[in-house]
């Protein structure tokens, strides 16, 4: 008879799944200061060091000796807010009208930019594409509120359509997307646009999108304290933003697009998550809202994927997984 063998060890039930060894490396790397969570307490401090430390080239420097057009934009903002600050970018020497990116930075609507964001976006997407790309400098939380920065991007994306012609872009390509809090606003934004009958962009471009200001899914929990985006960053940023509207029963789905209720009549969506990140169940589900109400929807879950993890670790396997995904995904909307 063969010897008695222990059976492994069963995980808790909520155990969360594994990191991607190259991430997992990648994120040891940068030590436990990437982890440490937001809150209100932190917030200033946090905000006054990444306006410090996070790059924003200027634009000779996105002009990359020639290789790119880009000029920044000031326009007319919603009915009594201030003018909004578009950065308009596009490759050198291309005629006739280009399709747009429409884009929207994410930092959790309290931290980024519109500059910090376009040399890769130019670099991977502008150029073999030969689309133009629009980036937005929305105004951020606290210091602004919903619906300032979903309104800051509408009044953004209807200058641009109704100015395409200036713009050398065609109003009939648009494709507005974003990563993470730009991720959440990009849908935000095809809601409006379809319930005003304002542009009708496409396509939405959904990255590791931040939807559902109810903060309570299953991932959120499982990857509580382990994601670089936790559930207390998560609820620090909503709360930032919604202010005494944070919680509300009737909070409209422009604000957090989970609480929609009809999303019948929006563009395709790409949609992207990590397996091992906290907004990986709300992403999840708004790709079945869309399919459940007639849509068409590209979800992809990346499996032991941290939130923003091609950020941080560029070069692993995963992240050009992903990169040629979205690439790939773009290129077909665009033909």
């Known amino acids: 008879m063969a010897p008695a063998t222990n059976p492994a060890p069963t995980p808790p039930r909520d155990a969360p799944p594994p990191f991607d060894p190259e991430l997992k490396a990648a994120l040891a790397s940068l030590g436990d200061g990437v982890r440490e969570p937001v ?10 060091r990444d306006a410090a430390a996070r790059p924003r080239p200027t634009l000779r420097e996105l002009r990359a000796d020639g290789r790119f057009e ?7 903002g919603a009915p009594g807010g201030p003018d909004v600050t578009l950065v308009s970018a596009r490759p050198a020497g291309l005629t006739g009208p280009l399709p747009l990116l429409y884009y929207l930075h994410g930092g959790g609507m309290i931290t980024g930019n519109a500059w910090s964001v376009l040399p890769r976006l130019l670099r991977e997407w502008a150029l073999p594409l030969e689309l133009a790309v629009i980036s937005v400098e929305y105004r951020l939380a606290p210091q602004t509120r919903y619906p300032g920065p979903v309104e800051d991007c509408y009044a953004g994306l209807t200058w641009a359509a109704a100015h395409a012609a200036d713009l050398g872009i065609d109003a009939d390509r648009v494709i507005i997307g974003g990563k993470s809090a730009g991720g959440g606003l990009a849908a935000a934004l095809a809601l409006l646009a379809r319930d005003r009958g ?13 939807l ?4 309570n899914t299953f991932s959120g929990h499982q990857l509580a304290g382990l994601d670089v985006w936790d559930r207390t960053s998560n609820a620090t940023a909503w709360q930032a933003l919604l202010g005494d509207r944070y919680g509300a029963p009737d909070l409209p789905p ?11 009549g929006l ?3 790409y949609i992207e998550v990590g397996s091992a990140e906290t907004l990986r169940d709300e992403g999840v589900a708004y790709a079945n809202a869309l399919w459940q109400a007639g849509g068409q929807a590209e979800l992809h879950v990346w499996p032991g994927a941290f939130h923003g993890f091609d950020t941080f670790a560029p070069q692993a396997s995963l992240s050009q997984d992903a990169r040629n995904a979205r690439f790939r995904w773009l290129r077909r909307v665009l033909t």
């Not at 880009?70 to 007319?76: A, F, H, K, N, Q």
């Not at 422009?254 to 019948?264: E, F, I, N």
Request: proline fraction near 17%; include cysteine; charge should be negative.
């Open 198 to 210: 304002g542009p009708a962009p496409i396509g939405q471009l959904l990255l590791c999108p931040m």
């Open 212 to 215: 559902d200001d109810r903060n």
């Open 267 to 269: 563009p395709p969506a």
């Open 39 to 48: 809150t209100p307490e932190n917030l200033a401090a946090l905000q006054e």
């Open 70 to 76: 880009v000029d920044e934009l000031r326009v007319p």
């Open 254 to 264: 422009y604000a957090a697009p989970a609480r929609a209720t009809d999303l019948s």
